[in-house]
C-alpha cells in the first residue's frame, strides 16, 4: 500500500508479490520517516501543519493523527524480535507528539478553569500552535474557534496509547490537568461549536452550532477516561480518572437523537465517518451506525474521495479566498462543485478491517487507487483535496461527476497533507495484516460494548444497556424517623433508618458534590476541581467508598428543595416513577444500580398517602412503571451493586485542605405520632375554600390608591391568604423588598407566606408569592438542553405578547432572567408556571418523545393557553384558573393536550395550532411551494422570498424548517395559525398534480385564507340563509376533508389565484387543476 508499482501495489490483492514482514515494515519506517518525522519539532515534538516550511502552525487534530500512525508503526514492529531499536524510537516520537500536545494544553490552564466554570468560547483552548515553541499563533480575541473534538480526541488516545504500555504522563500536576480536561468536555452536549472544519454552520458566517460528530467524539472521551489510570499497570490510586455518568449519559443520548443529522444546517456531514467508526467508535447502536455511514456514501460520495458537506465552498475555485466569511445566499455557487476529498475512502478501507467487511475494503481500494500519487523516495502522496477547474464549473453542474478533477497543492512533493498521509499509513498497515485491529485499539473501543475487557475491577466502568436484557434495580428505602418507620410496618411497609443502616452512611446528593470539589485540584496551575455541579440519578444510584467511609446518596428529586413543587406528593410519586424509569433505561455500569427512596414525615402528613402505600407496595411486589424492583436492606444489596471507590480522598491529599472536609449525613430524626399531626393537617386544610371567599371582601384596587401606613395597617388586619399575598405585592413594588414591617422584611414575609400557602395546598398564592421572590427551580436549564438538543427550539413568554427564542443552550441565570422580564410585566404567577412547563416538558421529551413530534418550535405560553382552553371545556360546571392547579395536575393537563383528540374542531384546530403541530413532510412541501413561487409569499406581514433562501438552504435542512416557524409564528391566534397549515398543505397537493403551473407575483397567504371565507360564507348564506359576518368561528369549526368543508374553500381561492394573470404553462401540456 505505500508505492504504485508491479510489486508493491498495496491495493492489489493476489497481484501483489508477499514480501517478509520485516521488509515491509522497514518500507513503512522510511515512509513514516519521509513524510511525517521529517516534520516533527525536535524538541517539542509536534508536527507542523505545512511541510514546505511556509508556516510555522501545527493543528491539535493533524497531530494526534500523526502521532496515532507512528504508534501504529510501533505496535507492528513489536511483533519483531531483532527491531534495531525501531519499536523504542517510533514509541518515543509518539509520546513526545503527546507530550508537546499537553504542554501546549497545560500552558493556558487559567483558560480550562474559566471555561469549565462559564463554557464562554473566549475562553476556549486553542487548537494551533508553533510547532518548535509551544506558543499559541493567534491572540485570545482571534482564537475563538470553539472545537471541543480536538481535546477530546486527544484524550481518547492517551487512554488508547498508555493502554498500550506507553508511559505519556508524568507528574500529579498533569493527572490533575487530565481530570480538568475531563470537565472541559463533559458538556459538550450543550455547547455549540465550529466543528472539524472550523467553519460553525456551513454558511460560514461566524456562527457556531451544535455539531453531532464533535459530541460524539467527546462521549467516546468519556468512556475511555472513565475509571482510567494515567500512571497504566504502574498506577496509583490517585492517577485515576472520573468521568460524571450523567454528563456521558447527557452526551450519548445528544447523539442518538441528532445522528443521523449532523448539525441544523448540514443535513450529513464527512466528518460523522470519524465517529460511527474509527478513531471513535461511538455510536453503539448498529442499525443507527449504519443509517449514518449510508447517509453520509449516498449525499457525499463522489469518484475522488468525499464532499466535507454540501455547498461546502473551501477551496472551490468560486471561494473568496481574501474573505474569511461568506455573504448571505454565497453558499449557492458552490452547489455540486464542492470538493472532494479522498482521505474518506481511507476512512472507509479502515471501518472495513474493522468489520470485517472484505468488499468494502476492496471496494474503496480500488477507488482510491488512481488518486494515489507516486513520489519515488518519499513514498505515495495522497492529495488534500479534488476540485474542479474553472472551465468545468458549468459542465460539471450541468452533469455531476462527467468532469475530471484537478488535485490540490497540499498532496505533492513538498507540500503533504499529513492528516491524510497519516490515515494512509495506517490504513497500509492494517491491511496487509502487520497491525491487528485489537492492536490499533486496545481499549476496544470498536468492539460490541458487551464484548470490552474491564480495564479496572475497582472504578466503575461503562456497559452498553443493550447487554443487559431486564435491567432491575436495587431498592433501599430509608425512613427518616423511628415513627414514621412503625407507621409505615403497620401496612406491611418494612424500611430502615440511617441509624439501622450503620456504618454505611446516606448523604444528600449535594455532600457528594463537597466531595468531587476536591478532585482535579491543583494550586500550582490555578485549578479548583469538579465544579459544583450537581450529581444526577445515574451519579446516586452507585455506592461509594470515601475515606473509609461507605456512602449512599439519594436522588435529587428527595431533595428539599426552595422551590414549591417539592411540597406536592403526587407530583414527588411521579418523579420517582421518571427516575426509575430513567435509572432502568440509561444505565450502563457493572453491578445493579441501587436507588435510595428517603421518606419523610411530610409525606405521610401529604394527604396522598393512599397513593404512597400503592407505590410501596408495588416495590415489595418487585414491579413498578414497568421497572423490576429489587427491595431488600442496603447491607444486603451491597454485593450486587456498583460500588465507585473515591480514591483520591486518601489521605495523600491532606496538603490540600482535605481535613477540614465537612459532610452532614443524613440522621436519624425524632418523630412524634403522625396520625395526630395528620388530624391536625387535616383540619388546617379545611380552610383552603374559606380563604377564596374570604378575598371577595378586599379590595386591592383601592388598596394600590391608599398611603403605605394604610397598606401595612390592612395587612396586618387581613387573614386571608392571597388577600395577604396582593397586599405584600403592593408593599413590594412600592418599598421593595427589604422594607421592614412588623414581623420582618417584605421579602421575608413572602417567603413564610409562600411556605404555608404550600403547606394549605393554595397554589395560586404559591405561584404569586414564588413569582415576586424571584425564585428559579433546580434543572431548568438542563430541561431546556433536553428539548433544544431534540432538533427543537423553545420560547417564553405570555400568550399574546412577547416572546423570546432559545435556540442554543443557556445557563440558569440567563433562562431566568429571559422568563422574567418576558413574564412579570403582564401576569407574575406566570413566571413560575412557565418555569414547572419547562420542567415538565423536558421530562417528558426525555421519556416519549413522540408526544411532540410534528411540534419544532415549542412556544411555552401558547401550550399553556392550550391548556387553559382545555380547562375551559372540561371544566363545564365550574371555571377553574390553571394558577390554582397542583403542580402535579398541571403536568397531567399538559399530558392530556399533548395526546387529547377533540371531535369539535375549533378546540382541535386551538390546540394544534398553539402547541404549533404541522402535518407529516410539511417543511418539505412548503420549499416544494416556494420553488414554484419566484416572489415568495407572505404571512402576517413576513416575507418568505424564494431568493436567497433557496440559494441559501436546502430541502429538508432544519434552518429551513425553523424559518417557516418564524414565518407562521407572527400569526397572533392559534386556531389561524392552524387554517395556515391547511392552506400549505391544499397549495402543495395542486402544485404537486400540476407540475407545469407556478405562481406569478407575491402570493399573500392571508388573502387567500380570507378569500375562502368569503366562498365559506357565500355557501352558508345560501345554505341556511345566514347573514355574512367577520368572526371566522364558524369557519374554524368547519371539518377539512367534507364537501363543503375548508378544504374545498381554500382550494378554490388558491386555484383562482393560480389562475390570475399570466400562468407559466408549457404550451403542449394542457393545464389540468386537480
Not at 416538558?841 to 426525555?846: D, E, M, Q
Amino acid at each position: 500500500m505505500a508505492r504504485v508499482t508491479e510489486q508493491e501495489s498495496d491495493f492489489q490483492g493476489t497481484n501483489r508479490q508477499v514480501h517478509g514482514t520485516l521488509e515491509r515494515l522497514d518500507h513503512y519506517y522510511n515512509v513514516a520517516k519521509n513524510q511525517l518525522l521529517s516534520n516533527q519539532s525536535p524538541t517539542l515534538g509536534l508536527f507542523r501543519l505545512h511541510t514546505d516550511g511556509t508556516s510555522p502552525v501545527a493543528k491539535v487534530r493533524d497531530n494526534i493523527y500523526c502521532a496515532v500512525a507512528v504508534w501504529g508503526l510501533a505496535l507492528a514492529y513489536r511483533r519483531i524480535d531483532d527491531d534495531r531499536g525501531r519499536t523504542h524510537e517510533l514509541e518515543h516520537c509518539s509520546v513526545k507528539c503527546m507530550r508537546g500536545i499537553l504542554y501546549c494544553y497545560m500552558r493556558q490552564a487559567e483558560k480550562v478553569e474559566l471555561f469549565k466554570q462559564g463554557q464562554e468560547a473566549r475562553h476556549c483552548l486553542h487548537s494551533e500552535f508553533h510547532w518548535q515553541t509551544g506558543d499559541a499563533v493567534k491572540t485570545d480575541n482571534e482564537a475563538t474557534l470553539f472545537q471541543i473534538d480536538c481535546p477530546s480526541l486527544y484524550l481518547l488516545y492517551l487512554a488508547q496509547m498508555i493502554t498500550s504500555g506507553l508511559q505519556i504522563i508524568y507528574t500529579t500536576d498533569e493527572v490533575s490537568f487530565v481530570q480538568n480536561l475531563v470537565y472541559y468536555i463533559e458538556r459538550a452536549y450543550r455547547l455549540p461549536d465550529y466543528g472539524v472544519w472550523e467553519r460553525g454552520s456551513k454558511y460560514n458566517n461566524g456562527n457556531c452550532e451544535l455539531h453531532t460528530s464533535s459530541i460524539a467524539m467527546c462521549k467516546a472521551a468519556l468512556e475511555a477516561m472513565n475509571g482510567f489510570n494515567l500512571f497504566g499497570k504502574q498506577g496509583a490510586s490517585w492517577s485515576v480518572i472520573y468521568v460524571d455518568i450523567d454528563a456521558h449519559n447527557r452526551n450519548r443520548v445528544t447523539v442518538s437523537t441528532l445522528l443521523p443529522r449532523e448539525s441544523s444546517s448540514k443535513n450529513t456531514d464527512a466528518a460523522l465517518l470519524s465517529v460511527v467508526s474509527f478513531p471513535a467508535f461511538a455510536v453503539d447502536d448498529e442499525a443507527l451506525r449504519y443509517k449514518t455511514q449510508d447517509k453520509v456514501i449516498r449525499k457525499l460520495q463522489g469518484k475522488y474521495g468525499f464532499k466535507r458537506f454540501l455547498r461546502d465552498g473551501y477551496s472551490t475555485v468560486l471561494e473568496d479566498k481574501k474573505r474569511m466569511y461568506y455573504k448571505p445566499a454565497e453558499i449557492k455557487l458552490f452547489d455540486g462543485i464542492e470538493c472532494e476529498w479522498p482521505m474518506f475512502y481511507i476512512y472507509m478501507i479502515i471501518d472495513g478491517v474493522f468489520r470485517n467487511k472484505e468488499d468494502q475494503v476492496e471496494e474503496y481500494c480500488r477507488l482510491l487507487q488512481p488518486l494515489l500519487q507516486d513520489r519515488g523516495e518519499l513514498g505515495v502522496v495522497i492529495p488534500k483535496y479534488f476540485f474542479v477547474a474553472e472551465e468545468s464549473v458549468e459542465a460539471e453542474r450541468k452533469a455531476p461527476g462527467t468532469q475530471k478533477r484537478v488535485a490540490s497543492d497540499e498532496g505533492n512533493n513538498t507540500k503533504l497533507f499529513l492528516w491524510g498521509q497519516s490515515l494512509y499509513l495506517i490504513a497500509c498497515l492494517l491491511v496487509e495484516g502487520l497491525l491487528s485491529t485489537k492492536e490499533l485499539d486496545p481499549i476496544g473501543k470498536s468492539l460490541p460494548p458487551g464484548e470490552r475487557s474491564n480495564v479496572n475491577t475497582r472504578y466503575s466502568s461503562f456497559r452498553s444497556q443493550s447487554f443487559v436484557s431486564d435491567q432491575s434495580i436495587q431498592m433501599v428505602l430509608i425512613a427518616e424517623s423511628t415513627s414514621l418507620q412503625s407507621t409505615l410496618a403497620m401496612y406491611g411497609i418494612q424500611t430502615q433508618t440511617p441509624q439501622q443502616v450503620e456504618p454505611i452512611q446516606i448523604w444528600p446528593p449535594g455532600e457528594l458534590v463537597k466531595v468531587y470539589e476536591y478532585l482535579g485540584v491543583n494550586k500550582k496551575l490555578g485549578l479548583t476541581g469538579r465544579p459544583p455541579r450537581p450529581v444526577g440519578s445515574l451519579g446516586t444510584s452507585k455506592i461509594y467508598r470515601i475515606l473509609g467511609r461507605t456512602v449512599l446518596c439519594y436522588p435529587l428529586v428527595f431533595n428539599l428543595s426552595d422551590f414549591y413543587m417539592s411540597q406536592d406528593m403526587s407530583l414527588l410519586i411521579d418523579d420517582i416513577k421518571d427516575n426509575l424509569q430513567f435509572v432502568s433505561t440509561r444505565w450502563e455500569l457493572s453491578g445493579r444500580p441501587t436507588f435510595c427512596v428517603l421518606l419523610r414525615d411530610e409525606n405521610i402528613r401529604s394527604g396522598h398517602m393512599s397513593e404512597l402505600l400503592d407505590m410501596l407496595a408495588a416495590f415489595k411486589r418487585g414491579e413498578y412503571a414497568g421497572v423490576k424492583i429489587r427491595l431488600g436492606n442496603l447491607q444486603t444489596l451491597m454485593s450486587t451493586a456498583c460500588v465507585e471507590h473515591l480514591d483520591f480522598m486518601l489521605s495523600e491529599y491532606i496538603d490540600i485542605g482535605l481535613s477540614s472536609l465537612e459532610v452532614k449525613p443524613l440522621e436519624e430524626r425524632e418523630g412524634s405520632n403522625i396520625f395526630d399531626r395528620q388530624m391536625s393537617r387535616a383540619h388546617a386544610n379545611g380552610s383552603v375554600h374559606h380563604e377564596e371567599e374570604d378575598v371577595s371582601k378586599l379590595s386591592i384596587e383601592d388598596v394600590s390608591n391608599c398611603p403605605t401606613w394604610e397598606v401595612i395597617q390592612r395587612l396586618q388586619s387581613c387573614d386571608s391568604l392571597k388577600g395577604q399575598s396582593l397586599l405584600l405585592r403592593v408593599l413590594l413594588k412600592r418599598e421593595g423588598p427589604n422594607f421592614i414591617t412588623d414581623e420582618g422584611t417584605i421579602v421575608d414575609r413572602l417567603e413564610r407566606l409562600c411556605r404555608k400557602a404550600g403547606d394549605m395546598k393554595y397554589w395560586s398564592v404559591v405561584r404569586l408569592t414564588a413569582s415576586l421572590c424571584g425564585k428559579l427551580v433546580d434543572s431548568l436549564a438542563p430541561s431546556i438542553t433536553n428539548v433544544l438538543v431534540r432538533g427543537k427550539q423553545v420560547t417564553l413568554g405570555v400568550f399574546g405578547h412577547e416572546e423570546e427564542v432559545i435556540s442554543n443552550p443557556l445557563s440558569p441565570g440567563e433562562i431566568k432572567n429571559i422568563v422574567y422580564s418576558k413574564c412579570m410585566p403582564h401576569d407574575e404567577r406566570e413566571a413560575v408556571l412557565q418555569q414547572e412547563m419547562i420542567i415538565y416538558i423536558g421530562n417528558i421529551i426525555s421519556t416519549t418523545s413522540e408526544l411532540f413530534d410534528g411540534i419544532l418550535k415549542i412556544r411555552v405560553g401558547w401550550i399553556i393557553q392550550a391548556m387553559k382552553s382545555e380547562l375551559k371545556v372540561s371544566s363545564k360546571d365550574k371555571e377553574q384558573d390553571i394558577h390554582s392547579l397542583s403542580p402535579s395536575a398541571i403536568k397531567q393537563l399538559l399530558l392530556t393536550v399533548l395526546t387529547q383528540k377533540r371531535e369539535d374542531w375549533l378546540h382541535q384546530r386551538q390546540l394544534d395550532g398553539a402547541l404549533n403541530r404541522t402535518p407529516k413532510e410539511f417543511y418539505d412541501k412548503v420549499w416544494q411551494i416556494l420553488e414554484r413561487t419566484p416572489a415568495g409569499f407572505t404571512v402576517s406581514g413576513f416575507h418568505l422570498p424564494q431568493q436567497p433562501t433557496l440559494s441559501d438552504m436546502t430541502l429538508s435542512e432544519m434552518n429551513f424548517a425553523l424559518l417557516v416557524e418564524r414565518m407562521l409564528g407572527r400569526i397572533p391566534q392559534p386556531e389561524y395559525r392552524q387554517i395556515m397549515v391547511e392552506m400549505l398543505m391544499v397549495l402543495s397537493t395542486i402544485l404537486h398534480r400540476n407540475p407545469e403551473l407556478e405562481f406569478q407575483g407575491c402570493v399573500d397567504l392571508d388573502k387567500l385564507v380570507q378569500e375562502a371565507f368569503q366562498y365559506f360564507q357565500h355557501d352558508q348564506s345560501q345554505m341556511d340563509g345566514q347573514e355574512k359576518q367577520d368572526d371566522m368561528k364558524d369557519f374554524f369549526n368547519t371539518p377539512a376533508g367534507l364537501q363543503h368543508g375548508t378544504t374545498t374553500y381554500l382550494a378554490k381561492a388558491a386555484v383562482n389565484r393560480l389562475l390570475q394573470g399570466n400562468v407559466n404553462s408549457a404550451e403542449d401540456e394542457p393545464c389540468i387543476v386537480s
